[in-house]
């Protein structure tokens, strides 16, 4: 199916933290926003337009799967370029972190002595609103991907689709779902689907058609991409983040990146079943790549792992990948999958 590839920068509000490792108290943030990271806040913020402020996790999981089939998108990396362009990537040897990277050092106190309660002094780390030295404004650039299965018959046939995984014995998404789950998402899907009075359908298709014109135009006054919230610590205001320009790509310049200052740029194809960019030998990739037995990468794979808070199993296990800017040994082509992560272009997640 067909595209749409979009050039997109966010400015940064508030600091974010990207959850990556923790040494003693410090907890280090990633210094790049993973796509899955923007998918969940869309998730969330499209959920809660369709259904109201629920709590049930069969809401969350129908639109989640059906934005990652119609909705995808790159990592997003900072710069001081409202327009996007990125001068050094993270991996970098020049990228300047003493710019886009601060702390945040607190501690519990004891009520009854006024100091420090043990074992509760922490660091956290974050990108910053505002570069530290030159008090430039950050953004996050990257790119967004959209096709258009958001049509009220399309959403139909896609909700369909999933039932038919979830009655799969085969390695699908729902593979990890406890089989009582299984039966209460099914039942759900059932009601949306025989209940057209409902008018779930209709919801979720203009709240995408909606999507597909802010990153068309580029609308930074409000709507869906406007003052979203990403990332740890939100419940202290970090992590926010609104739609700062969207411009849609022509034929002739469908390359990730190519304006960059230090790394090449990545062609993209967008008439597959998912997006897929090309690697050229030696370079490094942009988003993380699923290990494979064969890869041949020159790098040290880490476990991918993240939290649903909403879910009946809060803690999902993802894999192993090859983090980004882990250089290839050879041209690869890497397709965008669920969440954002790549995977070998033979490979059909």
């Not at 067909?2 to 509000?13: N, R």
């Not at 990556?20 to 959920?47: D, F, I, Q, S």
């Not at 909700?159 to 209460?184: A, G, W, Y």
């Not at 320009?245 to 998912?274: K, N």
Request: proline content about 8%.
């Amino acid at each position: 199916m067909p595209w749409e590839m979009y050039k997109v920068a966010f400015k940064v509000l508030s600091p974010i933290h990207i959850g990556y490792r923790k040494y003693g108290n410090v907890m280090e943030t990633r210094h790049y926003v993973p796509a899955r990271v923007l998918l969940g806040a869309l998730t969330a913020r499209l959920t809660h337009r369709t259904f109201g402020n629920t709590k049930d996790w069969k809401h969350y999981r129908l639109v989640g799967e059906l934005l990652n089939r119609v909705f995808t998108c790159s990592y997003f990396f900072p710069t001081t370029n409202p327009d996007g362009i990125i001068n050094q990537f993270p991996w970098d040897e020049q990228f300047p972190a003493y710019e886009f990277i601060g702390s945040y050092v607190s501690t519990a106190l004891n009520a009854q002595t006024s100091a420090a309660q043990e074992g509760t002094l922490h660091e956290v780390e974050f990108i910053t609103p505002r570069t530290l030295h030159s008090s430039k404004q950050v953004y996050l650039s990257g790119y967004c991907f959209m096709n258009d299965s958001f049509q009220e018959s399309k959403i139909t046939q896609v909700i369909q689709n999933i039932q038919k995984e979830l009655q799969s014995n085969n390695q699908t998404s729902f593979s990890t779902l406890p089989p009582k789950e299984q039966n209460q998402f099914q039942k759900f899907l059932n009601l949306i689907l025989q209940n057209p009075h409902i008018q779930i359908i209709q919801k979720l298709s203009q709240s995408l058609q909606q999507l597909q014109y802010e990153l068309r135009t580029g609308n930074t006054q409000s709507g869906l991409l406007h003052h979203l919230q990403i990332g740890g610590e939100r419940t202290y205001g970090w992590g926010k983040i609104t739609l700062s320009a969207s411009l849609p790509t022509t034929t002739a310049t469908r390359c990730m990146f190519e304006e960059s200052c230090t790394s090449p740029a990545y062609p993209i194809c967008l008439s597959e079943e998912r997006p897929t960019l090309t690697v050229q030998a030696g370079e490094p990739i942009p988003l993380h790549l699923l290990y494979e037995p064969g890869s041949d990468l020159a790098g040290t794979p880490e476990p991918l792992t993240r939290t649903l808070w909403w879910a009946p199993l809060p803690t999902s296990f993802e894999g192993i990948a090859y983090p980004p800017g882990t250089p290839t040994r050879q041209e690869l082509a890497i397709q965008i999958g669920r969440l954002g992560y790549g995977h070998p272009a033979n490979h059909h997640p």
